[in-house]
């Protein structure tokens, strides 16, 4: 075995390690169906074992246990599903399915619901902490329904705006509503009470839709404008700047992997869920699609699966942009003999889970991806799951020789203006003059 680099970590003393989840989306028709409950959807379930690997299709809910469903929303061991019941008038409800760690209960709970023609067409929704729902109409802003009862009974909300999302913010303070025009409405919210509204513009952008929250800015795409957007929040989650971050035809829902990773985006009349990882320099990279088969409405994710026992991220020198589903090995060694061999695949934002046949003992872990020169790093191993792990590498080992060299910098000038993987060394999805320059600025390494 090569040289191993005086690296010594202690797994075991980190949180717990990341485990799978699953993505849950309604099929949602676009425009109002009134009483064709023929072609209510219901809702489709995706599995992944890591942000921006495979999705596997799993069994979703029936259409007959719903009533048109558009919005979705995870909170408290529960997927809340807001029903448009065709945006038909004096209609619309939210069903509540228990979640047991890997599947939904067989028949939701009705949590709400209106009979007045003012609140008709439930579209998306979000649950404070205290257990309290928003709940988007087509043209009646928001309402707020507060546990308990059988259903929750109505307690108030905003008026006379065409929402299509409410989002409350993590200290209940502040609900931010998003409409059919080019900009969300924020209102003040205490008990029972919403106040001071205004209406935040986003420029290029039409007819907002779901809205996901990550690192302090919430996200959304516009049906009309084709176009993903971010909307960066103060420290009192109040809307100050936003900004426009790619094209997308006609998306309607968005939703993260639980790190934060992977963007999903499903499309309204586009029978696909499209997928985005975030790229070192912070920006978004196209990862293929999710066909479904059918129009898409609003999405939910939800933690999953079995913890691998050790999780981490790779931190690769130079990398600009991702290297996510490159192919990574992964050696135990216990001293001059080998354990055993891990053939895993990198997960957005450059992470990675990893399951070793031993739990106990003093290792040394050897990681090898696309062109990183191999790193070895010593362990504890334990039963435990944790997570945490930083493992940094050197760049440019095209060939994977275990050394960059001559050969590596004719490798990228052969794949040089495509998009040829291994010669990516930067993870920018493109083969040029900024790879060659990497390579030669690690030229001369060699790997632990």
């Known amino acids: ?72 929303y995870y909170a408290n061991n529960k997927l809340y599903v807001a029903n448009r019941h065709g945006n038909t008038l ?40 205290d257990g309290k729902v928003y709940v988007s109409t087509v043209n009646g802003g928001s309402r707020q329904f507060t546990p308990p009862g059988s259903p929750f009974p109505d307690t108030g909300g905003t008026s006379f705006y065409a929402a299509r999302e409410a989002w409350i913010s993590p200290n209940g303070a ?29 420029p290029g952008i039409s ?30 989650y109040k809307p100050v700047s936003s900004t426009q971050l790619f094209g997308l035809q006609q998306g309607i829902g968005v939703g993260f992997s639980p790190d934060g990773n992977e963007m999903y985006v499903s499309g309204h009349t586009t ?30 994710v939800i933690p999953t699966g079995t913890p691998q026992r050790i999780s981490g991220r790779i931190a690769l020198g130079g990398l600009v942009g991702t290297i996510h589903n490159s192919p990574m090995t992964v050696e135990v060694w216990n001293g001059p003999t080998l354990v055993q061999t ?38 504890t191993l334990q039963p435990t799951p944790v997570s945490g792990m930083v493992v940094n590498m050197l760049n440019g080992d095209v060939d994977l020789s275990g050394e ?26 493109e083969v040029d003059a900024a790879d060659i320059d990497l390579v030669i600025a690690y030229f001369g390494s060699v790997g632990g």
């Open 1 to 72: 075995m090569q040289k191993l680099l005086a690296l010594s970590l202690l797994i075991g003393v980190t949180a717990a390690a990341n485990a799978g989840y699953t993505l849950f989306v309604a099929e949602t028709q676009s425009g109002s169906l009134g009483g064709n409950t023929a072609a209510y959807g219901g809702l489709q379930r995706y599995n992944f074992t890591i942000a921006g690997g495979a999705a596997m299709a799993g069994t979703g809910v029936a259409a007959a246990q719903l009533s048109d469903p558009s919005g979705l």
């Open 90 to 129: 004096g209609q619309g409800s939210v069903k509540a399915f228990d979640w047991d760690g890997a599947n939904l209960s067989a028949v939701g709970t009705t949590v709400a619901t209106s009979t007045s023609s003012s609140y008709t067409g439930f579209h998306g929704l979000t649950v404070a902490s």
């Open 174 to 202: 502040v609900l931010i509503e998003s409409g059919i025009g080019g900009s969300v409405r924020v209102s003040d919210v205490s008990g029972n009470t919403f106040s001071n509204y205004t209406d935040f513009a986003i």
């Open 207 to 236: 007819a907002v839709h779901q809205l996901a929250y990550r690192d302090g800015a919430l996200y959304c795409a516009g049906f009309n404008s084709w176009t993903v957007h971010r909307i960066n929040l103060d420290a009192n």
């Open 271 to 300: 029978n696909r869920i499209n997928r985005y990882v975030v790229g070192v320099d912070g920006n978004w990279y196209g990862n293929g699609v999710i066909a479904t088969g059918h129009n898409m409405g609003y999405v939910a």
């Open 342 to 379: 891990i053939n895993t695949t990198v997960g957005a934002g450059s992470t990675f889970e990893i399951n070793p046949s031993e739990t106990s003992g003093n290792r040394t872990l050897v990681f090898q991806t696309r062109a990183g020169l191999r790193k070895a790093v010593n362990v």
């Open 404 to 429: 960059v060299d001559a050969a590596d910098i004719d490798l990228v000038i052969a794949n040089f203006g495509g998009s040829n993987t291994q010669s990516d060394v930067d993870g920018t999805q």
